[in-house]
């Protein structure tokens, strides 16, 4: 997926749902993904699904960026999965 404005790279309908959640903010609701109250408007994101079909609701900035990150490579395609992420354990 290229790099873009939201509008071009997820389309009308997920800006028209980003729109109206911050619309509906209230402070002190949880990140979607952390969990931990998020206080004002800035910087929240409108967080996928882990199968990137639906969408999990506002996150903090933070979050979601790390979340994708760990998901994704820096030209957005998805990172392989180590079927082993401790191969030293068991040693």
């Not at 509008?7 to 903010?25: M, N, P, Q, V």
Request: charged share 25%.
């Amino acid at each position: 997926m290229g790099r873009g404005s939201r509008g071009t790279r997820y389309g009308a309908a997920h800006e028209r749902l980003r729109r109206r959640l911050l619309a509906e903010f209230v402070p002190g609701q949880p990140c979607a993904i952390g969990g931990e109250p998020l206080r004002h408007k800035g910087r929240l994101h409108l967080a996928h699904n882990e199968a990137g079909t639906g969408y999990l609701g506002l996150a903090c900035e933070w979050h979601n960026l790390a979340d994708a990150g760990a998901k994704t490579d820096w030209h957005g395609n998805s990172k392989p999965r180590d079927p082993d992420p401790r191969p030293w354990q068991g040693f």
